[in-house]
């Protein structure tokens, strides 16, 4: 494969003279100053006198790692303090900071918050897709923050997996297609200042087994409250190579091919060896076969769980090919392991200058070495009018009209009285779902957005009664209400923390559903989620059912199409499972039966 560059450069013979810098630069760095350039670390591990001290290439904010108070202008003031730090180092080499913006810069309270991928993926839109992704990238720059840590280009195969909805689709095509979208909207704003992309988690993460997980004692101390036995997440894959190849690698060659730079490992195993050791994927297959010449980066604290032995776990990752150690909390530890290991001879330095040189590369290409001081974009960027808007459009496109009988919708917007039960109508937390202003995400006010329930009361008429109740109790009306909505969530999770082992609705939304049944003539049930739930029992209860997967801050979105305002366009990105055999996909083709409703279904 030709080696790739991206196309937001400026212009092509860019990289020969790039490549003169990278290596004089090199041959200026010290030892310590090359291994602090593959060190990255959590902003709450380190100060800015020791981003100088041990001349740090990078600091992240995991989920979560946020400045207090948690607002644009003090994240730009705490991303600009860690990158002055980095320019009072000898060499001045550019620090870049990373989160994950994966559904905006979704850290922030105030920032534009768009559906999760399940969602993206249920619209078909590349374009849509992209410009989101350079929405984010404005959003990230106003901050100063040049890398995050998307897309996710999974292609998960077992919807109990707590990251199914980071995935775009069970379609490996669809994935490519809308991962390369998402680099491209990135990288290629157009001379603005792009947003380094890291497609992720290289390979096979969506392809594990139930119950090949493990649990993480580590998250007992900083999440005690979260469960800590994950059965597949971060698990095993198990499928042959050429699966691998067809179905998990030809993503990261879309976007290797439009522009990506750098690559996060995953934490998952394949063919016996955790792929953070794992030499032929990442130095044979990625760098040497496909050509990426980008850097490949670690999951948190992924290389611990190589080996008990930390020296073995910093010299079995390196070697492999892995180019940047993301180090959550004890860096000092890192920078000297790794340093004792070339010392030891147990990591050749030319692996070490390699790394290095992809580092600065990307930083060069990203043009940091030339960043002016103050943000390309202003504060105010952050939560904009009009990417709202964009938002909004995305939301309507990615809501699947699964039941639709006797053309219960759209709604009409002079009813008498409509009934409206459900927390998730009311509580933007549930909305957005996990990486939402924490980790995992959060129920409540977290973010400034719009609920579903504010939008329908801006859309009905002023003589329609609007009955709210989040338990579903009300009172005996004489007449029933036209119509009644539910509106169903999952608890907000992130990664092992959702995975499920049984997605059967529960015995609560059950409960609600039955309660206000009996006092509207039609009920509409929509399902916030980050995967397909078992409805099969249920579904006859209600004459309607919209998949609204985790559509963000603009519940505006749904309200237009639920009125009738727009058009039902969006389609499944995952199949539909009747029964909990049928998950995963593969029990799908065993089980003999139809799904509940199919790949790419969606009423009109
Ligand atoms: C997490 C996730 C990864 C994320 C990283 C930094 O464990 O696996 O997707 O980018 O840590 O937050």
Redesign the pocket.
């Known amino acids: 494969m030709s080696k790739v560059w991206p196309t937001s450069l400026p212009d092509r013979d860019w990289q020969f003279k790039q490549k003169e810098s990278v290596h004089d630069l090199l041959s200026r760095m010290t030892l310590a100053e090359k291994v602090g350039q593959m060190t990255q670390v959590?902003k709450n591990s380190i100060s800015p006198e020791e981003v100088t001290e041990y001349a740090i290439g990078s600091v992240?904010?995991?989920?979560g790692?946020n400045p207090m108070p948690n607002m644009p202008q003090e994240w730009a003031d705490m991303v600009h303090g860690f990158k002055e730090a980095a320019r009072k180092t000898r060499l001045g080499i550019p620090l870049i900071y990373?989160?994950?913006a994966?559904h905006g810069h979704n850290n922030v309270v105030g920032a534009t918050i768009f559906p999760h991928n399940i969602g993206l993926g249920a619209t078909r839109d590349a374009d849509l897709v992209e410009q989101i992704g350079r929405i984010t990238a404005t959003e990230l720059v106003a901050t100063g923050v040049r890398w995050t840590?998307?897309p996710?280009v999974a292609v998960p195969h077992d919807l109990r997996w707590g990251?199914t909805y980071?995935g775009y689709s069970e379609d490996t095509n669809l994935v490519a297609e809308l991962g390369a979208a998402c680099v491209r909207g990135l990288q290629n704003t157009h001379g603005a200042q792009a947003v380094l992309s890291?497609p992720?988690?290289y390979v096979g993460?969506g392809a594990t087994t139930w119950g090949s997980g493990r649990s993480y004692d580590w998250i007992i101390e900083q999440w005690p409250a979260a469960d800590h036995d994950w059965p597949i997440d971060?698990g095993i894959s198990e499928v042959d190579e050429a699966t691998l190849r067809a179905k998990h690698i030809s993503p990261y060659i879309a976007a290797i091919e439009a522009g990506a730079m750098s690559i996060?490992v995953?934490?998952s195993s394949w063919d016996g060896a955790k792929l953070h050791a794992h030499k032929y994927l990442l130095t044979d297959v990625l760098k040497n076969e496909i050509g990426f010449h980008g850097f490949l980066v670690s999951?948190?604290?992924?290389i611990d769980q190589i080996d008990p032995d930390y020296y073995t776990c910093v010299v079995a990752s390196i070697n492999a090919g892995l180019d940047m150690i993301?180090v959550?909390f004890n860096f000092r530890r890192c920078v000297s392991t790794l340093t004792q290991a070339v010392e030891n001879g147990d990591v050749p330095l030319e692996r070490i200058n390699d790394a290095v040189a992809r580092i600065l590369t990307v930083k060069f290409a990203l043009g940091l070495f030339d960043e002016p001081s103050r943000n390309e974009h202003p504060i105010s960027d952050i939560g904009a009018e009009s990417h709202r808007q964009v938002a909004r459009e995305a939301v309507r496109k990615s809501l699947v009209v699964l039941k639709n009988d006797d053309h219960t919708l759209p709604v009409p917007r002079n009813m008498k009285q409509i009934l409206v039960a459900g927390q998730a109508a009311d509580d933007i937390g549930l909305q957005c779902g996990g990486w939402t202003i924490e980790?995992m995400g959060k129920p409540g006010h977290s973010t400034p957005g719009t609920t579903l329930l504010t939008a329908i009361r801006g859309v009905v008429s002023p003589d329609t009664t609007i009955d709210y109740s989040p338990d579903g109790h009300f009172r005996g009306a004489d007449e029933m209400a036209e119509i009644g909505l539910v509106v169903l969530s999952e608890s907000p999770y992130?990664?092992g923390t959702g995975d499920r082992a049984d997605l059967t609705l529960s015995a609560a939304d059950v409960a609600l559903i039955e309660r206000v049944r009996p006092h509207c003539q039609q009920l509409v049930v929509i399902l916030f989620s980050g995967r397909p739930l078992i409805i099969t029992d249920h579904l006859e209860k209600f004459d309607a059912f919209i998949a609204a997967w985790l559509p963000g801050t603009e519940g505006q979105g749904i309200a237009d199409v639920l009125f009738g305002d727009y058009p039902f366009t969006g389609r499944l990105a995952y199949s539909w499972p009747k029964r909990m055999n049928q998950i995963p996909l593969k029990g799908m083709a065993e089980s003999g039966e139809d799904p509940l409703f199919p790949f790419g279904f969606g009423l009109a």
């Open positions: 959590e992240l904010s995991g989920g790692g990373g989160v994950d994966i840590f998307a996710c990251r980071e890291c992720k988690h993460d971060q996060m995953s934490y999951d948190w604290m992924a993301m959550p980790w992130a990664e």
